[in-house]
T-cell receptor, first 113, second 113 residues
């Protein structure tokens, strides 16, 4: 049973436009959500996170939105740059779980020049 | 800050031999470290949670006698793949937790011939 789902395996956008990556979860105990960026043959790099008590967190070009009632979060990248091309993983953590993260399968973002 | 290193970055070994992978948190102390495995075009699969000074907690389906984990200090965890077989060939990634985030190492590519 996949508790964190990224239903789009890939996304292609034009440089300068907005990239929107989506993530859905099923476990209502999740209270903290993170986005990671990963290049091939490298470890994931932490991008941005959001606590369940918030509905938005912004850091530069990256904004994460959380809709708890829909169990949905999204990552917005504006403006998109070719260097943003990578696999993006959504991850979630439940309180008291010793920081164990549950990952989605990832979305490959390609930003075309 | 929050740098995690792994050594080696890649290793080739013969079937039946054992391989040790080190994971170090370079600029912070991590009471908890995690070991993941990633198959091609798949998500990160959590193998085990490693706590300093205690036995690791393995996820369901992961053989603890095959994947030996030791967390001897607050900055070092090791994963030993014992009696490696070609099906153990994979990309192994460790992470260390600091506050609410996990910081990942660059990964180790293991190829068993």
């Amino acid at each position: 049973d996949q508790q964190v789902k990224q239903n789009s395996p890939s996304l292609s956008v034009q440089e300068g436009r907005i990239s929107i990556l989506n993530c859905d979860y099923t476990n209502s105990m999740f209270d903290y959500f993170l986005w990671y960026k990963k290049y091939p043959a490298e470890g994931p790099t932490f991008l941005i996170s959001i606590s369940s008590i918030k509905d938005k967190n912004e850091d530069g070009r990256f904004t994460v939105f959380l809709n708890k009632s829909a169990k949905h979060l999204s990552l917005h990248i504006v403006p998109s740059q070719p260097g943003d091309s990578a696999v993006y993983f959504c991850a979630a953590r439940s309180g008291g779980s010793n920081y164990k993260l549950t990952f989605g399968k990832g979305t490959l973002l390609t930003v075309n020049p | 800050g929050a740098v995690v290193s792994q050594h080696p970055s890649w290793v080739i070994c013969k079937s039946g031999t054992s391989v040790k992978i080190e994971c170090r948190s370079l600029d912070f102390q991590a009471t908890t470290m995690f070991w993941y495995r990633q198959f091609p075009k798949q998500s990160l699969m959590l193998m085990a949670t490693s706590n300093e000074g205690s036995k690791a907690t393995y996820e369901q389906g992961v053989e603890k006698d095959k994947f030996l984990i030791n967390h001897a200090s607050l900055t070092l965890s090791t994963l030993t793949v014992t009696s490696a077989h070609p099906e153990d060939s994979s990309f192994y990634i460790c992470s260390a937790s600091a506050a609410y985030e996990q910081y990942f190492g660059p990964g180790t590519r293991l190829t068993v011939t």
